[in-house]
């Protein structure tokens, strides 16, 4: 018998770049077993998701290439095996949930279809997989079952895909799941849930989990052993409680030391005539009301977090902030000048005034234009603002304030990870230097280390500069450190409003409440607590 159910040892990749070879996978050496969690933790380009794709025979070879290692399946390598072979394993006994759903689910088929295919393709009769199909998609919670099947992927919610990727790997049965940052784009309560899914999913199956992740909540919540990895190569593992309480190497401590939630919550600023002072705003999307009679007031240099779940209405309010979308009725008021009332001349004007990062960069970063095309174009409709001789070295000073490189400006988009792909989306925002930023989601899929940077950026930019931030989040703790008032939004209504203090340390609505508790804490001990005070207030209400 094997000693481990799945077992890496000593595996190293590398690319071949124009640039020259760059080793994403140093010696990398982990196992897990059956049952049991471990928790891959890195920044963006650690080689996390590298090490892991190997396994699933995802490294596109050339440019990549494998130079050293064994990945032992039942005793069985799997780098040794046939093109036929590899096939039997992939999807069937090792299955892989991926970070973006909505990249990973085909446009233009039903989902039913698609989750019905995972069987056939395995041999399963088509009888027997449409009623499987069925049974996975009511497992997962997600509503209507039966009419969810004939559904197409655009027609879920970010969370709601989540849960049919998560159906789709667990379709035939998998002995080990794979999930590369599952949880990154949810809601708190969303995350919760599915994450509280695949540990109820584990216990039922006994298969092994292997979580990427940079999230320390989330290890904290699910893992039973972590491996830290920096610059391709694993620099620290054990137990999750063991890594956190008492880390060894400099990169760990950095890590947990970035954790947000922490800090001091910033005093509220002085109220003064609002920089933007919205009034009963409604929206609607045929018969369904997205925003519903909401009202704010935006100070200079203040930062208000937008926070609820998935269809509260957070992303619809700031499309139609920046007349992406145009409301149904109500005002926007940008000193004193309605928004909803400016002719297309008048906006074009304004726009550099207000930018928005958006949620997915993959979607908002054009795929044929290098990173320095992307920043500058801003100056190319703006010409005002920057002589064409310093766009360069303008873009070069925009990407190290993100935490880039000068040498990224030549590459393209689909060469970067998703954290590194919303940094640039941050730069080329700034680049107009505008007096607001609408923040949809903005460091969601970054690192704890660079998400702590970014946030400092753009703290220190909004003392140093005086602009305003709209940031609309679901990571609680993030929002904690960088906010000034907090609205809280549900169902396209405001239920609560207030400071940053009054929200978290007496929030009024049990909606709120609801949110602040299914928030993640990066201490396993905590965490442990918080689980076992939910399990009971459960029970509670159950009796």
């Not at 199909?133 to 009511?138: E, G, H, I």
């Not at 600023?269 to 705003?281: C, F, H, I």
Request: glycine share 8%; charged share 25%.
């Amino acid at each position: 018998m094997p000693d481990h159910l799945l077992e890496v040892r000593d595996l190293s990749v590398e690319f071949h770049t124009a640039g020259g070879v760059v080793k994403a996978v140093r010696g990398v050496s982990w196992h897990v077993d059956r049952g049991e969690t471990l928790a891959i933790l890195g920044e963006s380009g650690s080689g996390k998701s590298v090490s892991t794709a190997a396994i699933l025979d995802l490294i596109d070879m050339p440019p990549g290439r494998i130079t050293s290692g064994e990945i032992l399946f039942d005793g069985r390598d799997l780098l040794r095996l046939g093109a036929a072979a590899r096939r039997d394993i992939n999807g069937r006994r090792i299955a892989m949930i991926f970070q973006d759903p909505l990249s990973h689910l085909n446009p233009v088929y039903p989902v039913g279809w698609q989750i019905v295919e995972t069987m056939t393709a395995h041999g399963l009769p088509g009888a027997r997989a449409r009623a499987e199909a069925l049974r996975l998609v009511t497992r997962v919670g997600l509503p209507d079952p039966a009419g969810a099947l004939r559904k197409y992927p655009h027609e879920f919610s970010g969370g709601q895909r989540q849960r049919l990727m998560i159906a789709m790997a667990l379709a035939m049965k998998p002995d080990v799941l794979i999930a590369d940052e599952p949880t990154t784009a949810l809601d708190v309560t969303v995350q919760a849930e599915v994450l509280l899914l695949l540990k109820e999913l584990q216990q039922e199956t006994g298969m092994g989990v292997v979580i990427i992740t940079h999230d320390l909540g989330v290890v904290a919540e699910i893992a039973d052993r972590v491996v830290v990895m920096n610059a391709g190569e694993i620099v620290e593992s054990g137990p999750a409680r063991e890594v956190y309480h008492d880390p060894r190497h400099p990169y760990t401590r950095k890590l947990i030391g970035a954790a947000p939630g922490k800090g001091e919550m910033h005093p509220p600023l002085a109220r003064a005539e609002p920089v933007l002072s919205v009034r009963n705003v409604r929206k609607a999307y045929g018969t369904f009301t997205a925003l519903d009679g909401v009202s704010l007031d935006l100070m200079p240099g203040e930062t208000l977090a937008v926070v609820g779940e998935s269809g509260s209405g957070k992303s619809t309010l700031a499309r139609v902030l920046l007349r992406l979308d145009e409301p149904d009725s109500g005002e926007a008021l940008w000193k004193g000048r309605d928004l909803f009332r400016l002719s297309p001349a008048e906006l074009f004007a304004l726009r550099r005034d207000l930018q928005m990062v958006f949620q997915d960069p993959t979607q908002s970063l054009n795929p044929r234009m290098t990173v320095a095309q992307l920043i500058s174009e801003a100056w190319a409709i703006h010409p005002r603002i920057l002589p064409r001789d310093r766009w360069r070295a303008r873009v070069a000073e925009l990407l190290a304030q993100v935490g880039l490189r000068p040498e990224h400006a030549n590459r393209y988009p689909h060469q970067f990870s998703g954290g590194q792909r919303q940094r640039i989306a941050i730069a080329r925002a700034l680049a107009l230097e505008p007096e607001l930023i609408i923040c949809d989601e903005a460091v969601s899929a970054l690192d704890v280390s660079v998400q702590a940077q970014v946030i400092d950026l753009l703290d220190r930019l909004r003392r140093e500069m005086g602009i305003a931030f709209i940031f609309i989040a679901h990571d609680l703790p993030v929002v904690r450190d960088f906010a000034d008032h907090v609205m809280v939004m549900q169902r396209g209504r405001v239920v609560e409003h207030g400071t940053v203090r009054q929200v978290f340390d007496s929030p009024r609505e049990p909606y709120t409440r609801a949110l602040l508790a299914a928030g993640l804490d990066p201490d396993p001990d905590v965490q442990a607590a918080r689980r076992a005070a939910l399990r009971t207030e459960r029970r509670a209400a159950g009796a």
